[in-house]
């Protein structure tokens, strides 16, 4: 099993990254009603996924199989605060796991 941090910071923020050998534009967001919230783009900017809530200890992507992403994206959080707009990269943790 392979574990990567994906360094996030409490603001707004758009990144390429890449997982699994996929190039992919994400974007996370706060919204007041719903806190964090993530969009995934391809390498061409095109919307792949939209609208997926950060919430912890659970795999972001296990609704998206169809897209074999090849890992598991999670969540992990140290208390419940964490994911409020000002926790996002202090007590919670973005997470790419691969077997």
Do not use: H
Request: negative net charge.
């Amino acid at each position: 099993m392979v574990i990567n941090e994906i360094p996030l910071t409490a603001t707004n923020q758009q990144f390429s990254i890449t997982l699994s050998g996929t190039v992919w534009q994400m974007r996370i967001i706060w919204r007041d009603v719903a806190g964090w919230v993530l969009d995934m783009c391809n390498s061409a900017s095109e919307p792949v996924i939209a609208g997926i809530l950060l919430r912890g200890g659970e795999d972001l992507l296990s609704q998206y199989g169809w897209l074999k992403p090849g890992g598991r994206l999670i969540v992990i959080e140290d208390d419940k605060q964490s994911l409020d707009a000002a926790g996002l990269d202090k007590t919670a943790k973005l997470y790419w796991i691969t077997d």
